[in-house]
C-alpha cells in the first residue's frame, strides 16, 4: 500500500503541532504532507481514504 509505505520511511516522519485542535484536522495535514511527498495522489484523495479507514475503526490518531 502506497501510504503505509510513505508512512514507514523515516525520512518522512512529520511532527508538526501547530494549530492540530482535532482529529479531523490531524488527517487535514497529514494528507497535505503525503501528498508532497507523492508522485501521484493528491491531497484530497488520501484525506478521504484516511477518513474512510477511520470510520472503520481507531488508528490511535488524536481522541
Given at each position: 500500500?502506497?501510504?503505509?509505505?510513505?508512512?514507514?520511511?523515516?525520512?518522512?516522519?512529520?511532527?508538526?503541532?501547530q494549530?492540530?485542535?482535532?482529529?479531523?484536522?490531524?488527517?487535514?495535514?497529514?494528507?497535505?504532507?503525503?501528498?508532497?511527498?507523492?508522485?501521484?495522489?493528491?491531497?484530497?484523495?488520501?484525506?478521504?481514504?484516511?477518513?474512510?479507514?477511520?470510520?472503520?475503526?481507531?488508528?490511535?490518531?488524536?481522541?
Amino acid at each position: 500500500m502506497l501510504i503505509a509505505s510513505l508512512l514507514v520511511n523515516a525520512s518522512h516522519i512529520y511532527c508538526d503541532q501547530q494549530n492540530i485542535t482535532s482529529k479531523k484536522r490531524l488527517i487535514e495535514k497529514l494528507s497535505h504532507y503525503l501528498a508532497e511527498h507523492s508522485q501521484n495522489l493528491s491531497a484530497s484523495r488520501i484525506y478521504h481514504a484516511l477518513l474512510e479507514r477511520e470510520r472503520l475503526g481507531s488508528t490511535g490518531l488524536g481522541k
